[in-house]
């Protein structure tokens, strides 16, 4: 069975500090994607990263870089210089790559970041 | 525009009552999927299509059915709502069942 642990359930900081936000997954499969969202207090989910098992490069947009290690099964996500915008709940998401299998790309979900960035 | 849709955005239904949600795709996705989202639990699978008529169930589906007979249209039924399914109903489609999930806006339901 495939889980995604996001043990910290809100992250509190005030504006510019950098804040990283942890995730760590359990798979058996070889093959798979990682995710992490965004939900905004509007309520959307909003795509930010797709990362498959083969890629461990670490990938910066902007203020945001993820650190993909498949050693510690973790792919945690960092705000650098938080601003008040950031504020929102982010999910880390796991799916395996066997569409063409019995699993059919089901998404499993963290227990989500709370994350509220104080001017 | 979004390419999917939910209906209705809230609602309010009483306890023992049936209730139909509806997502409805413009993007001709193989793949649908409902999930419900809870403080302290993220978001839950319910039920999954692979096609028309294609469908299975997730994590949490008890209390739920599911009806796929087009392929731009999949229906979420709690046959008999109970309070325990007061919840945020997403749905989800992808072409590849892989990535490429676009999610809906999510339907509120509370069931008093």
């Known amino acids: 069975a495939q889980k995604v642990t996001q043990a910290q359930t809100e992250i509190s900081v005030v504006e510019k500090e950098d804040v990283t936000l942890d995730c760590v997954y359990e798979?058996?499969?070889?093959?798979?994607?990682l995710f992490w969202y965004k939900q905004p207090p509007s309520g959307e989910l909003v795509f930010l990263i797709r990362r498959n098992s083969f890629d461990e490069q670490n990938e910066i947009s902007g203020r945001y870089s993820w650190n993909f290690q498949k050693s510690t099964s973790s792919f945690n996500f960092t705000i650098t210089a938080s601003q008040v915008v950031d504020s929102a709940v982010y999910f880390c998401?796991?799916?395996?790559?066997?569409?063409?299998?019995?699993?059919?790309?089901?998404?499993?979900f963290g227990q989500g970041t709370i994350l509220t960035v104080h001017p | 525009d979004a390419g999917i849709t939910q209906s209705p955005r809230h609602k309010v239904t009483e306890t023992g009552t049936p209730v139909t949600l509806r997502c409805h795709q413009t993007?001709?996705?193989?793949?649908m999927y409902w999930y419900r989202q809870d403080p302290g639990h993220g978001l839950r699978l319910i039920h999954y299509?692979?096609?028309?008529?294609?469908?299975d169930k997730g994590e949490v589906s008890d209390g739920y059915s599911v009806s796929r007979s087009k392929t731009e249209d999949f229906l979420l039924t709690l046959e008999s709502a109970t309070s325990s399914q007061t919840s945020v109903y997403f749905c989800?489609?992808?072409?590849?069942?892989?990535?490429?999930?676009?999610f809906g806006s999510g339907t509120r339901l509370t069931v008093v």
């Open positions: 998401a796991l799916s395996n790559a066997n569409a063409g299998g019995t699993s059919y790309g089901k998404l499993t």
């Open positions: 798979t058996r499969d070889t093959t798979y994607y």
């Open positions: 989800a489609i992808s072409p590849t069942g892989i990535y490429g999930y676009t």
């Open positions: 299509s692979y096609g028309v008529k294609d469908t």
């Open positions: 993007e001709n996705h193989r793949y």
